[in-house]
Every structure is written in structure tokens, then in C-alpha cells.
């Protein structure tokens, strides 16, 4: 059997970093081995959000690199698109894997289901609701057309049936980023906050001792790009967050293109108590979110990384594809939106809060193979 895997964006590569450890440990014993094919897509290129999480993940260079780089969502999906076609008509793999949520997810499936293989979705059904997120329709899309649906919870199980997919096509697994999150937490423990601090500085390296912090990241177009949300949520975290402790953030390359475009960038720069950091790798962010007071974020990955380690949450979106990361499932965080008020109320409520740790139903290490038990059984 001849399996090819896509990855694109930063999101993808510890969702693929199991699921390919899983293919070569099962490729020790098999007598039909799996030709397992990883291509990545190319849309995120840049060291520091690409090539640094294959090394740290142990995750073998791709074999197809389609370098598709960045675009507007039409230029990423069309070229991606026209060049994997040409790759699946000479490969023709049995199955194309696709991961989460990104512009890869949707190019790569809607292309392998025109030429007639099947498409397997790990992630699958999330839903937010928002039809204004790029992510919402990938995984609409992506879902729609599937052979093999791989959930994370019963709540997106449920999502598709109410969709009307066959239920032959759904399958509960679990979810597959905390095998990584589970293989690489000890290494991120040893890790030294100083160092990480030091070897990925942006605006200065901060010097006093650190014994409480905040931890934010905010990449999300609805957040980072519209000038009328981005000023007022700058400045409660300048004036508010970064009051009460050091403020750690490392910066996403739209957020600071942004920040740049509205004349913020100095002023957050500049903040004595703001800790600006390069974008981090796998490690250090899980180091640094194993020691936070509290985390300020719009990444999804996050959102269940915190409910895995405790750490209280403000998830800054008006939704969640993600409902059993929010306090009222069992997870650790509460969406508050962009409207400050909101913020900071569950600011100071969360800060009283506890570091509890929460397992939802199978987020126990092992996803990656049942993802691959449920191909294998859907191939027989
Ligand atoms: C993408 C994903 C999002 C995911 C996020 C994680 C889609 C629709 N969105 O959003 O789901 O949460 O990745 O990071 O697929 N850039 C660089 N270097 C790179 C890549 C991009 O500087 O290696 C710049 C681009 O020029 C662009 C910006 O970052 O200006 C955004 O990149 P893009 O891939 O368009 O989307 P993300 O916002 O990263």
C-alpha cells in the first residue's frame, strides 16, 4: 500500500510526526510494507516555522517539497493545486493523508478525489461556525469529500453525523498532537527558561528573574489584521497584562508584518515588561507553556496543549472549533473574544485560577495508531 501524507503550515508537522512513526514502526514487523510518501506543500518556508520542527520532531525530510510559499488563499490553493496533481498522477498513491485545518488540507484533497483516491482527514470534523475563518471552509470542504473521517472527540464525530456522513466513513481516534505533546514533554522540561529567553530574543534579552509570566501568540487575521481591534487589545496587554508580570510573546510573521503596518511595532518593542521572541520551536513553547500563570492566545493547538498541561487560557476568538478545550467541557479555556471588557474580566477571574491538568477521552498518547489501524482496515 502507498500512502502519501501532506503537510504545509507549522500546525501540520506534529500532527504527521507520529503518524509517520507509527507507519515505520509497523514497517519492522509487516510482510506488506507501507510506502509511506511525505510531501509538504511549501506554504510555510521560513527555518523557524518549518524546517526547525522536522528536526526537532525527528520527522524525515519530505520527499516532494512543492514550494508553494506564501500568497492570498487562491494563489496558495491554486498553485498547490496544479503541482500536486501533476505529483499524484505519477505517484498515484492508494490513500492521500491530509491534517488539520490549513490551505494544504483543502488543496491536496480536493485534487487527490478528482484523480480517484482516497482521502483520508485526521482532524476531522471540527466545526467553529464561522464561515469568515479560511480554516472553517478547508475543513468543510476537506470533510465533504473523505473516504475516512478521523475524529479528535465525540463532539466532531457528532458534528458529522449531522452533516449527514455515513457513519462507515467516522471514526473516533483521538487526538493525534497529544502523542506529540506526550513523546516530547520531558525533553521540553530539561530545557533551561533562561536559555530559550536568550537564543531566541527579539527586543532585548530580559535580565530580572522571572518567576511568574504571562504567555501569548496571535497570528489570526480576524485578531492581527483589522487596525480597529488590533489598537485596543495592544494596549490592555501593554498597559494591563504586562503590568502586573512579564508579558512573554513570541511573534508570528503576520502579526509582526502587522503590528508594523499600524505603527505599533515600537511601542510593543520598546515595553519594558514585554518579552519578544522569535518564532519558537516545538520544545520551548511546550517549556514555556508548562511554566505559565496564564495564556493569551488564537491558535487551536494551544487551546488543547493547555487543556492537556493546565494552563488557565483566555482564547482570544469569538468561537472555537475546539469546544472540549473550554472550561464548561473539562478543558482550560474560555473564549473572550477581541472586546476588552470581556478580556479582561476573565483575565483577573483566570489568574486566581490553578494550573489543573484535564485528559479528555482518548488524548492518551496513542492516536497515531489507531489512525493507522483505521486505514488499514478501511483498505481490506
Ligand atoms: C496558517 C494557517 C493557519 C495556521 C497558521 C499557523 C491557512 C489558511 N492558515 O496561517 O490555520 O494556524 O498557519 O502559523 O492555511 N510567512 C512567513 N514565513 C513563512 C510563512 C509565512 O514570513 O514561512 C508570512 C507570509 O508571508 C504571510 C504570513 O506569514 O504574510 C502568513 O502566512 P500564511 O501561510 O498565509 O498564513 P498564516 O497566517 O501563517
Known sequence: MKILSVVGARPNFMKIAPFNR??????KTAKEKIKHVLVHTGQH?????????????????????LH????????????????????????????????GDVNATLACSVTAKKEHIKVCHIEAGLRSGDMRMP??????????????????????????????VDESKIKFVGNIMIDTLEANKDVAAALSFEDILRDNAMNRIYKKPVDSYALMTMHRPSNVDHKEVLIPLIDFL?????????????????AEKQLKEFQLWDTVFKHPNIILLKPLGYHPMLKLNMGAKIMLTDSGGLQEECTILGTPCLTLRWNTERPIT???????SVLVGNEIEKIRAAYHEMLTLEVKPQRPELWDGHTAERCLQAILEASK
Request: proline share 5%; glycine share 6%.
Open 22 to 27: 507509527v507507519i515505520e514502526e509497523y514497517n
Open 45 to 65: 518556508y521560513d527555518s523557524s516555522l518549518s524546517q526547525s520542527f522536522f528536526s526537532a520532531l525527528n520527522i524525515p525530510d519530505a520527499d516532494v517539497n
Open 238 to 254: 501593554l498597559n494591563e497584562v504586562a503590568k502586573d508580570q512579564p508579558l512573554i510573546w513570541p511573534m508570528h510573521p503576520r
Open 68 to 99: 508553494i510559499g506564501s500568497g492570498s488563499h487562491a494563489e496558495q490553493v491554486g498553485n498547490t493545486m496544479i503541482t500536486f496533481e501533476k505529483l499524484i498522477k505519477v505517484l498515484k498513491p492508494d490513500w492521500v493523508v491530509v491534517v
Open 326 to 332: 473550554l472550561r464548561k467541557y473539562g478543558g482550560a
Open 135 to 164: 480554516e472553517e471552509i478547508n475543513r468543510l470542504v476537506t470533510d465533504r469529500l473523505s473516504d475516512l473521517l478521523l475524529t479528535p472527540d465525540k463532539m466532531s464525530s457528532e458534528n458529522l453525523r449531522k452533516e449527514g
